[in-house]
């Protein structure tokens, strides 16, 4: 592997509730490491704390506990003026392209801004520039940036919003289920668009999502989430193919495979997934596992490295 750009420890995030001393742990002690190059798929469903995750990681929200280091730097640690001039290098790209652009401003305006920030010696004639060059490299028309935002289609709206997001050429980009709100046909333009994106810029994804096939088709290696925890990381090729644990099975079970010739054996869950105010004891997903023992109800397993660099939380032989 190539070095490590943003390194995670330990790192929980408990949102206070209405009662006293009970807490929504939407972040619950995780640990990974992101390679600087690569592609980190997280997926898991809804509530898991996926989105939690991404922003925790660029020091949006601020975490409860925990260790968030970008190339050495604990971010956690930061001023606000420090965290600032870190901002040109890790930038997010959101979920919904409808409620992240300011609609009272045009194109030109919001991708002006990050220079008006960060360069504020830049000219308006060179500032003008980068924009028309943001412009034609997310492929949009140079009179697009006259345009609001209720102008533009879904797909559109989100090409701006990564062109936003590369401004300053960051390192290091969130995106945020960035294709979720689009239609599939759209999708496949944007990801292709993200991709040569990433190429061009030399950047570095942490993309979140919980469509399977994309991340399948993105990413070069994944991260599975379930009830704000970590159950198991590793390529894409070894998550995928093996499935060691007993939640990527179910997840995975649920793509269609066109051309498997028998049936397909799908894995229901049953039960709905634990409130994360109350989360089980020992593992967290032992209400709804087929494999569950007494020694998964009590005790909490830790992420094991497998032959293969797999981490897998799972208390079974994985091998």
């Known amino acids: 592997m190539s070095e490590i750009l943003l390194h995670v420890e330990n790192l929980k995030k408990y949102f206070p509730t209405n009662e006293k001393d009970k807490f929504v742990k939407a972040v619950d002690n995780i640990s990974f490491d992101i390679y600087k190059g690569e592609t980190l798929g997280v997926v898991g469903e809804s509530g898991c704390g996926k989105s939690t995750t991404g922003r925790l990681v660029l020091n949006l929200i601020t975490p409860t506990e925990g260790v968030v280091e970008f190339k050495g730097q604990d971010l956690t640690k930061l001023s606000r003026r420090q965290m600032r001039s870190m901002r040109r290098q890790m930038q997010i790209i959101f979920q919904d392209p409808y409620a992240s652009l300011d609609p009272r401003k045009t194109v030109m305006q919001i991708l002006a ?5 960060h360069n504020p010696e830049m000219s308006r004639e060179e500032i003008q520039q980068k924009v028309a060059d943001l412009v034609k490299c997310v492929g949009l ?11 533009f289609s879904g797909g559109q709206r989100q090409r701006v919003g990564i062109a936003r997001a590369i401004a300053l050429n960051p390192e290091f980009v969130v995106c ?20 040569d994106i990433k190429k061009e810029f030399n950047l570095t994804y942490m993309f979140i999502s919980h469509d399977l096939r994309i991340i399948k088709h993105f990413c070069d290696r994944v991260m599975v989430m379930y009830l704000g925890n970590v159950v198991e990381i590793g390529t894409k090729e070894a998550v995928y193919e093996k499935r060691r644990h007993p939640y990527t099975q179910a997840l995975l079970s649920a793509i ?3 051309k498997a010739k028998g049936p397909q054996e799908r894995i229901l869950l049953t039960g709905d997934i634990p409130s994360p105010v109350n989360p089980p004891s020992g593992c967290p997903f032992h209400p709804r596992c087929r494999y569950c023992t007494e020694r998964c109800k009590t005790e909490k397993p830790q992420l094991r490295t497998m032959a ?4 897998v939380a799972c208390h079974l032989d994985m091998e």
């Open 113 to 117: 801004e990050p220079f008006q920030i």
């Open 141 to 151: 028309r140079p009179e697009h940036v006259y345009r609001y935002p209720h102008e």
């Open 176 to 195: 945020d289920e960035p294709v979720s709100a689009l239609d599939v046909s759209i999708q496949a333009q944007v990801i292709n668009l993200m991709q």
């Open 256 to 258: 269609p495979n066109v």
């Open 308 to 311: 293969d660099g797999t981490q």
